[in-house]
């Protein structure tokens, strides 16, 4: 990267499906457009032919586990597991079995993910006295290495529990302290770990403490699910961590009956967002009705051929799809807004700029053929290529 202001041309691309633009960038931000074949040029600027594309801001994965890819490793085959405790003790063996290093898998995860148009994720890597900071560590080296590319948020997850898996206390503070961690996680603090009050008081104290984010794995629904979400308000308010609390999966909220409406309107008045991975069409979060009541969602990718499931591509484009599909999106606004709320909200959630293609946004887009926005959402075409801070880091699927 050059310390001096570097201009671009992209030719010929039609933001968000409209009318084809020549798009003016410079030092990373989007400065302006013109009529296609305008005179914008003075012949020293880089100028790159989008040949007509589509360009649409590129995504956010706001749920994602690249510690546990098994990625372009061979073939991993599952055993049958009932619940968390025995997928966690599969996790382990497989994170031992696997000769190549969380670094290295990680990151060619990672990297594939930038190549389908990802900006940014946040990555939750398991933290337990079986891993050690090991897998934080690695997934924290991937995203050094893909930076140019790749915004990174890194969480301090305790797959295994806290009350459950010994040690694992201060293994959490010690990621969050020496930066390694840029939140610290939780994980169904009743339902699996036994032991609500005292998680959440860990959790919430590590993040005050250094100042850093909060993001709980809530699977739990029904009656305890709902109490560990109104255990999240309460601490939330009392420490003033409004915009820095996340409740992921929070599978509990779209089955709420009655008490939706006073649980959403309760998270979005503390600040709480919460993260789905469009899992089914029972569990996937109201996007709409969360929205009405000021709750920011993202959306994830979860595991990636993990222990947990053979299925997954790092691909967002691919899950607003699947989100599309869970809420029964039908109009054109609907598909639409399944991917805007992946780009925009989830951009929000770790910290950065809206890339909606405006002056003063970042240059940060993916170029697509395509008619319109809703009909890409539903084909999922093959990324022409992706551009980060006005430069082109990815064409046909491969880093550049």
């Not at 319109?372 to 290529?385: G, K, T």
């Amino acid at each position: 990267m050059t310390d001096q202001p570097r201009t671009t041309i992209f030719r010929d691309l039609r933001p968000m499906g409209g009318a084809a633009v020549d798009l003016v960038v410079s030092d990373g931000l989007v400065a302006g457009s013109g009529p296609r074949g305008g005179a914008l040029s003075d012949g020293t600027e880089h100028t790159v032919d989008c040949g007509g594309r589509i360009a649409l801001p590129t995504l956010v994965d706001a749920h994602i586990h690249p510690d546990k890819t098994t990625w372009g490793e061979p073939w991993h085959s599952r055993r049958p597991a009932r619940g968390i405790a025995e997928l966690g003790a599969q996790d382990a063996e497989l994170f031992r079995s696997l000769p190549t290093p969380v670094a290295v898998r990680a990151e060619r995860l990672m990297a594939h993910a930038v190549t389908r148009g990802t900006r940014a994720m946040r990555a939750h890597a398991d933290v337990a006295p079986v891993f050690g900071l090991e897998g934080l560590e690695g997934v924290r080296r991937a995203a050094d290495r893909l930076s140019h590319a790749l915004d990174v948020r890194t969480v301090a997850f305790p797959q295994h529990g806290v009350r459950r898996s010994p040690g694992t206390d201060s293994l959490l503070e010690e990621a969050v302290r020496t930066g390694t961690a840029d939140l610290v996680g939780g994980i169904d603090p009743e339902g699996f770990d036994g032991d609500p009050d005292g998680q959440l008081d860990l959790v919430f104290g590590i993040a005050d403490r250094h100042r850093v984010g909060v993001d709980v794995h809530l699977h739990d629904d029904g009656p305890v699910g709902s109490r560990t979400l109104w255990s999240v308000v309460e601490r939330t308010r009392a420490l003033d961590m409004g915009g820095n609390v996340t409740v992921s999966h929070a599978f509990g909220v779209a089955g709420a009956g009655e008490e939706f409406d006073a649980l959403a309107a309760a998270l979005g008045e503390a600040g709480i967002a919460l993260t789905t991975v469009a899992p089914d069409p029972a569990r996937v979060l109201p996007l709409a009705r969360l929205r009405a009541h000021g709750v920011r969602v993202g959306v994830g990718s979860d595991g990636v051929r993990d222990s947990w499931s053979p299925f997954g591509d790092a691909d967002m484009l691919h899950r607003t799809h699947l989100l599309a599909r869970a809420l029964r999106a039908r109009l054109d606004e609907d598909l639409s807004d399944a991917y805007l709320t992946a780009a925009h909200t989830g951009a929000g959630l770790v910290g950065l700029p809206v890339a909606d293609l405006s002056p003063g946004a970042p240059a940060d887009f993916l170029l697509v053929e395509g008619e319109c926005l809703p009909q890409v959402v539903v084909d999922v075409p093959q990324r022409h290529a992706v551009v980060r801070a006005g430069r082109v880091v990815a064409r046909q699927g491969r880093l550049v």
